[in-house]
Nanobody, 130 residues
């Protein structure tokens, strides 16, 4: 599934929005059956799944604490998977990573163990504060 490169992080006030992009160097068309996920990590904590996208079906999954505020989708023009984050709160502050695997749809959800993901990006920092 190639290399992953995150971008779009930054600082924003509570209630604001950010658009994170996970650019993929390899093929992520529908036939690639790739699971792309966004994870985040808070200092001293383990990574937690935020959202997943399965390229074959377009199916998505969200963590309960971001559902309704975040949206994950594929941008074909950029060969990227986007995480649109709205109504951000200080609790969303952390390092955000994208990850990918091709182990099938059964392993494409936010609660899956992180070990199933073979590829990870370097991360992008998101800070929400007033």
């Amino acid at each position: 599934q190639g290399q992953l490169l995150e971008s779009g992080g930054g600082s924003v006030q509570p209630g604001g929005s950010l658009r994170l992009s996970c650019a993929v160097s390899g093929n992520i068309d529908s036939e690639s059956r790739t699971c792309i996920a966004w994870y985040r990590q808070f200092p001293g904590k383990e990574r937690e799944g935020v959202a997943t996208f399965y390229t074959y079906s377009g199916s998505t999954d969200y963590a309960s604490n971001v559902r309704g505020r975040f949206k994950i989708f594929q941008n074909d023009a950029e060969n990227a998977v986007i995480l649109q984050m709205n109504r951000l709160t200080p609790g969303d502050t952390g390092m955000y990573y994208c990850a990918a695997h091709r182990r099938g749809s059964g392993y494409c959800y936010t609660g899956v163990v992180v070990d199933v993901f073979a590829n990870w990006g370097q991360g992008t920092q998101v800070t929400v504060s007033s």
